[in-house]
T-cell receptor, first 110, second 115 residues
Framework: RKEVEQDPGPFNVPEGATVAFNCTYS??????FFWYRQDCRKEPKLLMSVYSSGNEDGRFTAQLNRASQYISLLIRDSKLSDSATYLCVVHTGTASKLTFGTGTRLQVTL | GAGVSQSPRYKVAKRGQDVALRCDPISGHVSLFWYQQALGQGPEFLTYFQNEAQLDKSGLPSDRFFAERPEGSVSTLKIQRTQQEDSAVYLC?????????????FGPGTRLTVL
């Protein structure tokens, strides 16, 4: 079983739609959680950190449920420019490495 | 300011050839990471440096992979006797400080194709 699991998609949604991505992680000792965005043939870039209290950045809302070891990302009012792969990322232990999910591909269409 | 840079951006190697991939982190960044990203997968951790010290190399897939950062800035990932399964994008990332809450800034990657 992979440490971080995501539905690879693709999710095809029309502009203006609301879309939600989910992610589960297996290591209960995981400490920090993130969503990264990766455009086609580009490097990953931090989208937002994820906190237990939930956090929002404009149209994006991230949520962490430690008991269920579950992370979510909600995108409201999708734009064409949101089309990308969204990577669920977990940091565990004293080492500084990040563990990435396989990514969920989003395609927003007209 | 300048971000993380990597060279070459693309590398084609014949099976059995040795390759060297370079990473220039953001100036002053203490931590440097190498990741391998296969097609359709997320990046997978290879190794981590804090300054010049290689503190974690648990992700290196075999002893054909070797990384160094002798002066605590530029790093080189070397792959000896390349195999087809080494074909992937190799990403380098750096962070300013040590610790899990520091954002990792990624370079554009080197796309390695082994024929």
């Amino acid at each position: 079983r992979k440490e971080v699991e995501q539905d690879p998609g693709p999710f095809n949604v029309p502009e203006g739609a609301t879309v939600a991505f989910n992610c589960t992680y297996s290591n209960s000792a995981s400490q920090s959680f993130f969503w990264y965005r990766q455009d086609c043939r580009k490097e990953p870039k931090l989208l937002m950190s994820v906190y237990s209290s939930g956090n929002e950045d404009g149209r994006f809302t991230a949520q962490l449920n430690r008991a269920s070891q579950y992370i979510s990302l909600l995108i409201r009012d999708s734009k064409l420019s949101d089309s990308a792969t969204y990577l669920c990322v977990v940091h565990t232990g004293t080492a500084s490495k990040l563990t990435f999910g396989t990514g969920t591909r989003l395609q927003v269409t007209l | 300011g300048a971000g993380v840079s990597q060279s070459p951006r693309y590398k084609v190697a014949k099976r059995g050839q040795d390759v060297a991939l370079r990473c220039d982190p953001i100036s002053g960044h203490v931590s440097l990471f190498w990741y391998q990203q296969a097609l359709g997968q997320g990046p997978e951790f290879l190794t981590y440096f804090q300054n010049e010290a290689q503190l974690d190399k648990s992700g290196l897939p075999s002893d054909r992979f070797f990384a160094e950062r002798p002066e605590g800035s530029v790093s080189t990932l070397k792959i000896q006797r390349t195999q087809q399964e080494d074909s992937a994008v190799y990403l380098c990332a750096s962070t300013k400080n040590v610790g899990s809450y520091n954002e990792q800034f990624f370079g554009p990657g080197t796309r390695l194709t082994v024929l």
